[in-house]
């Protein structure tokens, strides 16, 4: 499948507010297919596997110290994009390239092997959506966070109790809360304690993969409060994945818009929200007054993975499709002001609707 072309998301253009920040970390043209299980009757009459296109020729800038917000339907490839940057996951192509230190030559982590990858490993950190399965049940919390630090070799084995106190506290538990399993916490205090995990090992960019997804609502705003402090206090990068507007909206600085592996667009958060410019994402934001739910307020469903539609991958739910959006992948269009979209009908050479034929 053909893709946009490798068009900059996350506020990189020389107009966007946020322009004169240093790069951390620049995605280039990345792609993430998946095989799916190949039945005998195929293999047999020699038909190739089907792939998922998962992340399909992303770019993005993520800026020191900014949040970037990536929001999109489930199945949109925003988690495995988050899990590509952070390496648990390979891409088949393209690149990350992670700022080196004191302005040196950035690093392509993409073409890193796993012992390469190794030093980078504690720059960029995850917490996950249910903090349950990523802790074990019978590690006592203070050595599970004791082994983060003595893998990493951080601190002097003496040390690291008072370490280990110090990242609970930062995270709201207590010194106390080390001799614990994660079994005897609530479901909020146990992503704090991925969260301190994540923090043990002193990251610049903290990838929180749909962080509140999992808790109460009770206990996301709490949950919330913590992960924006931390940022503030620990000058923390953050690339905040969520299918959620409103918080996307509230913590964000750039937001970026997936629809089936693609950025369809991105820009300064005010103004994505405020001013939405691909369709698809005005009908996100129509859906509920004042931001809402991701699926409300759309026709149909997400096209398969396996078999994308042609040409602009929104054609079979957008209500301005025209005959060109079959055939023409539309590009990334620079629209002022760092925002950008991928749609036919925006930027400098579009065609109103009605002149090029709605469908
Ligand atoms: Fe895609 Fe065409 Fe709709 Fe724009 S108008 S979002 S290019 S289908």
Same mark, same amino acid.
């Given at each position: 499948?053909?893709?946009?072309?490798?068009?900059? !998301?996350?506020?990189?253009?020389?107009?966007s507010?946020?322009? &004169?920040?240093?790069?951390?970390? #620049?995605?280039?043209?990345? /792609?993430?297919?998946?095989?799916?299980?190949?039945?005998?009757?195929?293999?047999?009459?020699? @038909?190739? %596997?089907? *792939?998922?296109?998962?992340?399909?020729?992303?770019?993005?800038?993520?800026?020191?110290?900014?949040?970037?917000?990536?929001?999109?339907?489930?199945?949109?490839?925003?988690s495995?994009?988050?899990?590509?940057?952070?390496?648990?996951?390979?891409?088949?192509?393209?690149?990350?390239?992670?700022?080196?230190?004191?302005?040196?030559a950035?690093?392509?982590?993409?073409?890193?092997?796993?012992?390469?990858?190794?030093?980078? +490993?504690? @720059?960029?950190?995850?917490?996950?959506?249910?903090?349950?399965?990523?802790?074990?049940?019978?590690?006592?919390?203070?050595?599970?966070?004791?082994?983060?630090?003595?893998?990493?070799?951080?601190?002097?084995?003496? #040390?690291?109790?008072? /370490?280990?106190?110090?990242?609970?506290?930062?995270?709201?538990?207590? !010194?106390?809360?080390?001799? /614990?399993?994660?079994?005897?916490?609530?479901? &909020?205090?146990?992503?704090?304690? !991925?969260?301190?995990?994540?923090?043990?090992?002193?990251?610049?960019?903290?990838?929180?993969?749909?962080?509140?997804?999992?808790?109460?609502?009770?206990?996301q705003?709490?949950?919330?409060?913590?992960?924006?402090?931390?940022?503030? +206090?620990?000058?923390?990068?953050?690339?905040?994945?969520?299918?959620?507007? *409103?918080?996307? *909206?509230?913590?964000?600085?750039?937001?970026?818009?997936?629809?089936?592996?693609?950025?369809?667009?991105?820009?300064? !958060?005010?103004?994505?929200?405020? +001013?939405?410019?691909? %369709?698809?994402?005005?009908?996100?934001?129509?859906s509920?007054?004042?931001?809402?739910?991701?699926?409300a307020?759309?026709?149909?469903?997400?096209?398969?993975?396996?078999?994308?539609?042609?040409?602009?991958?929104?054609?079979t /739910?957008?209500?301005? @499709?025209?005959? @060109?959006?079959?055939?023409?992948?539309?590009?990334? *269009?620079?629209?002022?002001?760092? #925002?950008?979209?991928?749609?036919?009908?925006?930027?400098?050479?579009?065609?109103?609707?009605?002149?090029?034929?709605?469908?």
């Open positions: 499948m053909d893709s946009a072309p490798d068009t900059d !998301a996350g506020g990189a253009h020389a107009d507010p946020h322009a &004169g920040l240093e790069v951390l970390i #620049q995605v280039r043209g990345l /792609r993430k297919t998946f095989e799916l299980p190949h039945p005998v009757l195929d293999r047999l009459r020699g @038909r190739p %596997p089907h *792939r998922i296109h998962a992340v399909d020729g992303v770019c993005l800038t993520l800026r020191r110290g900014q949040t970037l917000g990536l929001v999109g339907e489930s199945g949109c490839g925003k495995t994009l988050a899990r590509c940057i952070v390496g648990l996951m390979p891409p088949d192509a393209g690149q990350i390239l992670y700022a080196g230190p004191g302005g040196t950035p690093t392509d982590l993409a073409a890193l092997d796993d012992a390469a990858w190794r030093p980078y +490993r504690r @720059r960029l950190q995850m917490v996950f959506q249910d903090p349950f399965s990523s802790l074990n049940p019978r590690q006592r919390v203070g050595d599970a966070l004791t082994e983060v630090l003595a893998v990493r070799g951080l601190c002097a084995p003496e #040390q690291r109790p008072a /370490r280990c106190a110090e990242l609970l506290r930062q995270v709201g538990l207590t !010194a106390a809360d080390a001799a /614990r399993f994660p079994g005897e916490f609530s479901g &909020g205090q146990r992503q704090r304690i !991925a969260i301190a995990r994540a923090l043990a090992v002193g990251p610049e960019l903290l990838v929180a993969d749909e962080p509140l997804s999992a808790l109460d609502v009770s206990i705003a709490q949950i919330l409060r913590l992960l924006l402090d931390l940022r503030d +206090r620990l000058r923390l990068t953050m690339l905040f994945v969520s299918h959620d507007l *409103r918080t996307v *909206r509230y913590v964000s600085d750039t937001v970026v818009v997936m629809y089936l592996g693609r950025v369809v667009e991105h820009g300064p !958060a005010a103004m994505v929200f405020e +001013r939405p410019r691909h %369709p698809y994402t005005q009908a996100l934001m129509a509920v007054p004042g931001v809402g739910a991701l699926d307020g759309l026709a149909g469903d997400v096209p398969s993975a396996i078999h994308p539609p042609s040409g602009c991958p929104f054609h /739910r957008c209500p301005y @499709r025209m005959p @060109r959006c079959v055939e023409e992948p539309p590009p990334l *269009r620079d629209l002022g002001g760092g #925002q950008s979209a991928a749609c036919h009908l925006v930027g400098p050479d579009a065609v109103a609707a009605g002149e090029a034929g709605a469908m």
